[in-house]
Structures are given as structure tokens and as C-alpha cells.
């Protein structure tokens, strides 16, 4: 396999890649995988790789959505609402009121 390594792995089935990134992105990519609790840059990027290969569909904007609700739920700046508001909206929905 060109391009591969898999010295230094106690998994014969772990390949080792290279991949080249801009410094900024890889020191968002730091911050991000110590953040979100992973134990390794690695970790986290196997992480990300196997998210996008398993959900391909799931599009930019949908992850800028998710980003905006997040933001908005951390400052403060969205409207929570409880299990029982939520049921009470959905039945209310059905009835045609």
C-alpha cells in the first residue's frame, strides 16, 4: 500500500496516514478534541472520519444549524422549552387547533 505505514501499532488492522493541514486549522482541530473530552488528536479524528463515512448526507448546513442552536442554548439567546410544553404543543397540533 503506497503511501501507508503500520509500524508502531499494536493493531495489525491500524494504518497509519499522512495528512497535511494548515497550522490554524490543526490548532482548531486541538482545541475542538481536547474540548469534546477525546483522549488524542487521533482519537478524534478517527471519530470524525468514521461520523462522515456512516452519515453522508448530512450536509454543511446541517452542521451550521446544529452549531447556531448550540450557540444560541449556551448564551442564552433560544427559548427552552420542557418535555410537557412540547407534548402539549404536539397535541394541540394534531386536534387542528
Known amino acids: 500500500m503506497s503511501g501507508t505505514d503500520t509500524t508502531n501499532s499494536d493493531d495489525p488492522e491500524m494504518v497509519q496516514i499522512n495528512l497535511r493541514l494548515s497550522r490554524s486549522f490543526?490548532?482548531?482541530?486541538?482545541?475542538?478534541?481536547?474540548?469534546?473530552g477525546f483522549n488524542s488528536r487521533s482519537e478524534f479524528l478517527?471519530?470524525?472520519?468514521?461520523?462522515?463515512v456512516k452519515h453522508p448526507g448530512f450536509?454543511?448546513?446541517g452542521w451550521k444549524q446544529i452549531a447556531t442552536v448550540e450557540h444560541e442554548r449556551r448564551t442564552g439567546e433560544s427559548e427552552?422549552?420542557?418535555?410537557?410544553?412540547?407534548?402539549?404543543?404536539?397535541?394541540?397540533?394534531g386536534d387542528g387547533e
Request: proline share 0%; aromatic share 8%.
Open 26 to 36: 490543526l490548532e482548531d482541530i486541538d482545541e475542538t478534541w481536547k474540548e469534546e
Open 59 to 61: 450536509s454543511r448546513e
Open 80 to 93: 427552552s422549552f420542557s418535555r410537557a410544553e412540547i407534548l402539549e404543543l404536539v397535541d394541540h397540533e
Open 46 to 52: 478517527r471519530y470524525v472520519a468514521r461520523d462522515a
